[in-house]
């Protein structure tokens, strides 16, 4: 963890950005796979390690606005636990160390949060995703599960994406350790590529990576020959030669910080020339991307600079016709780029996902509806101190190809005699991580080979 003086901060800065009552932070609990002893790997709430630190399950946090008191709520091992845990420290000790004096037991957080509800004070809570959550706070103060994200607080969302989203130096130093660490993911599966072996084969290095480096991986790994199928978790496939693997992976640091980058790579020593032509247009759009970054701007001119560069280079193979800002426009690019250019990261690899895109990345402002752009998950002016990423793609995707052509759907800007002859292609994605600064935007972390000719190079290496 930081030092305690982090955590004091943080949480002296959110009592600025709320006017009164309690701001509840329910940390995780252990999740069972199959019966209760036997869980999957623990992962704390990252709203509550952002604040209080502790990577130990069965805690809540509260930050006291009106009397200025945090405390955290917890239950002390017994020493039964010590036999089959080893020892731990106390929950006093625990606390200590996030600049926290206050502690108390879980029976003791139910009656300091009725005690609250009867002195008529605002209870601040962020949406709930762990259904044992939702359970304890209608036990607790009765609102009901289907009401729990009625009943968050948007005064405490909004302070908690003000503060989340601008990463402090520390910050940066952890995030720049994931993607280093995510590096090594993509240029070992780079090395290991050929036809012959196997999805899972490349997905066990790369997750060995990742716990090698002290943390784990930041979301299940994608690496498939798939690459049309946006989050394939499936590792069962054989690569032979022709197929590409779109490998899409991240680390996790020991302290919660996410990376996140995309390569597609040739499971023969070098790729087609049709592949060449999709996979560089992938990147040109990618580097318009980059290249467009800067404090100020909307991160939805990006989107769309991004998907008029993918249209441009589709007309050029006969893919596409027309007006290229007019296709963007009525979403007939979505047929290839069915979803957004990047996302924010950090302590989620979409960083504060759960607390609601409408606030995370349009601040408070209605998303489009439309196929396509709907799934942009950031759109809002970029700030310095923001990390986001930056992964367009182009997707061939048969049954989209097949219901759009029967509907005729966008005919006067894509041509579907010749789509026909793509359906087998599969699809490509690259993606690389930044942070914006004061003046523009820096790549986080060493840079991972991206064109043509360094991923080629990575694969004679491994040979």
Not at 119 to 131: M, N, W
């Amino acid at each position: 963890m930081f030092k305690a003086q982090t955590y004091l901060n943080r949480r002296h800065n959110l009592r600025t950005r709320i006017d009164s009552g309690i701001a509840l932070f329910m940390g995780n609990d252990e999740s069972p796979m199959n019966y209760a002893d036997n869980t999957y790997h623990f992962r704390q709430d990252s709203s509550f390690l952002y604040y209080f630190g502790l990577n130990t399950a069965g805690l809540s946090g509260i930050v006291d606005v009106d009397e200025g008191k945090d405390y955290i709520f917890g239950n002390d091992l017994t020493v039964e636990d010590f036999v089959w845990m080893g020892y731990q420290p106390s929950l006093k000790e625990q606390a200590q160390k996030v600049g926290i004096e206050n502690t108390r037991s879980i029976p003791d957080l139910e009656k300091f949060l009725k005690e609250a509800v009867a002195k008529g004070r605002e209870i601040h809570l962020v949406p709930q995703y762990r259904a044992e959550n939702k359970i304890k706070l209608f036990n607790w103060i009765g609102i009901k599960l289907n009401e729990t994200q009625d009943a968050a607080s948007v005064e405490l969302i909004k302070a908690v994406v003000a503060q989340r989203e601008i990463k402090s130096d520390e910050e940066l130093l952890e995030i720049e350790k994931g993607v280093n660490t995510t590096v090594d993911m993509h240029v070992a599966a780079m090395q290991m590529v050929q036809p012959g072996i196997m999805e899972s084969e490349i997905a066990a290095k790369v997750l060995e990576i990742a716990v090698k480096a002290g943390g784990n991986i930041s979301f299940p790994i994608i690496a498939t020959i798939h690459g049309e199928t946006l989050h394939n978790h499936y590792h069962g496939n054989k690569l032979k030669d022709g197929d590409m693997l779109l490998l899409d992976c991240g680390a996790e640091t020991a302290l919660g910080y996410a990376g996140d980058l995309s390569s597609t790579m040739p499971a023969a020593a070098t790729f087609s020339e049709r592949q060449k032509e999709i996979y560089n247009i992938v990147l040109a759009s990618h580097n318009a991307s980059i290249e467009m970054l800067a404090p100020g701007l909307p991160f939805k001119n990006i989107y769309y600079e991004s998907c008029r560069v993918i249209v441009e280079g589709l007309k050029d193979l006969d893919l596409m016709k027309g007006n290229a800002e007019e296709a963007v426009q009525l979403g007939a690019h979505a047929m290839f780029f069915p979803c957004g250019v990047g996302h924010q990261m950090g302590l989620d690899v979409h960083d504060m996902e759960n607390l609601g895109e409408v606030y995370v990345g349009y601040d408070g402002k209605p998303k489009s509806t439309q196929f396509g752009i709907k799934s942009l998950r950031l759109a809002k002016p970029l700030v310095p101190g923001l990390v986001l990423t930056i992964e367009p793609g182009i997707y061939f995707v048969p049954s989209l190809i097949d219901m759009w052509k029967a509907e005729k759907r966008f005919a006067d800007f894509i041509n579907y005699d010749k789509l026909e002859t793509y359906k087998d292609f599969g699809g490509i994605r690259n993606e690389e991580d930044f942070v914006i600064t004061a003046d523009g935007y820096r790549l986080i972390g060493k840079q991972k080979p991206k064109t043509i000719e360094d991923v080629e190079k990575q694969k004679n290496l491994g040979v």
